[in-house]
């Protein structure tokens, strides 16, 4: 296991055993801040970052409820609002975490910005295990399986809403291409509206495939272990076809397989939902944003150029999309009955 990934890995069994560390220290006093401007405060965070973590001191954002930001709040009206979200947004922009803010006084609460690690080791910039095999760089024992994406609401709202706008028949059948262990599986039974679907879930991660199965253990599912550039012959059509994140991936035809897809193995009334990243994870954080190898900024480009291949070839053969999510983008399509 690479050296970084072990440490964090540490520093989460800590936690978990209740072993806390001690609060993060600026590196120099807190300075206070009143009514100046966001240029000025972001100038003042990144001149002082370099030394280690800062901590400045704002005005309270529970003083400006139902504020737009910059207008005046407090007494006389001597502070200028921004809501919390707005330092959330800072924060990710300057890749540092927003530590838990702390109460100061009347007025103004303390926020600490402290820089993000390394990315995660499954990104394009990431430092991958070169003792994994490839097929594994997913599996069960990869640092990937310590990511819970649906345990995020701007994973898991998003997603839900997609599928909750597909409408499938009973019994209906779902592939999922990349399924790893299934979470996204697992979101059909939170909807108001559980439908009664037969999984079929891909993946060349045998590890996963395992922890696939024994979640799913229903005769009525099947998971296989395959390339998605060579699927089996016998899988069959379906109601749904489901991908997150896998197409895009490293050797895959997703060109090739999208036609596949739709002209082998999609009933006439049907529905494909896939997301694509417009997000990675740096220091256990998600950070807004796709970034490709030898790039240091995200760069949306490819990620519009695919979007505008899928929605075209797809609205060629009769399917109506819509677009939505966040941190991954999620193109919806449906023909026929299917939404």
Not at 33 to 44: N, T, Y
Not at 115 to 135: C, K, N
Not at 201 to 207: F, I, R, W, Y
Request: with cysteine; aromatic share 8%.
């Amino acid at each position: 296991m690479h050296g970084a990934e072990a440490t964090e890995q540490d520093r989460c069994r800590d936690r978990l055993r209740g072993i806390m560390p001690s609060p993060t220290e600026s590196a120099s006093p807190p300075r206070r801040f009143h009514a100046e401007s966001l240029i000025h405060i972001q100038r003042h965070l990144l001149a002082s970052l370099g030394a280690g973590p800062v901590t400045i001191e704002v005005p309270d954002p529970d003083l400006g409820r139902g504020c737009y930001p910059g207008e005046r709040v407090g007494p006389s009206g001597a502070l200028l609002h921004r809501p919390l979200r707005s330092w959330c947004d800072l924060a990710e922009g300057l890749a540092c975490r927003l530590l838990t803010p702390r109460a100061v006084d009347a007025t103004h609460i303390a926020l600490t910005f402290e820089r993000l690690g390394p990315e995660a080791p499954w990104h394009a910039g990431g430092q991958a295990d070169g003792a994994v095999s490839p097929q594994e760089r997913y599996g069960a024992a990869s640092a990937f399986a310590r990511l819970r994406k649906l345990e995020d609401a701007g994973f898991l709202l998003p997603w839900l809403e997609a599928l909750g706008r597909i409408r499938l028949p009973a019994s209906a059948r779902v592939l999922d291409l990349g399924v790893n262990r299934g979470d996204e599986l697992a979101a059909f039974s939170w909807l108001e509206e559980s439908p009664d679907v037969r999984f079929v879930g891909v993946d060349h991660s045998a590890s996963a495939i395992e922890e696939a199965r024994a979640r799913f253990p229903d005769a009525r599912h099947r998971f296989v272990v395959t390339d998605l550039n060579a699927l089996p012959e016998d899988l069959g059509r379906f109601h749904l076809v489901v991908s997150v994140g896998t197409l895009q991936s490293p050797g895959v035809d997703d060109h090739a397989l999208l036609r596949k897809l739709v002209q082998e193995h999609l009933e006439p009334s049907s529905a494909l939902l896939l997301g694509f990243p417009n997000s990675r994870f740096r220091d256990g954080e998600v950070v807004y944003g796709a970034r490709v190898r030898n790039l240091r900024e995200p760069d949306l480009s490819l990620l519009v150029k695919d979007l505008s291949f899928y929605r075209r070839y797809l609205h060629q053969h009769g399917f109506r999309t819509f677009l939505g999510g966040k941190y991954d983008l999620l193109l919806t399509a449906v023909r026929g009955a299917g939404g």
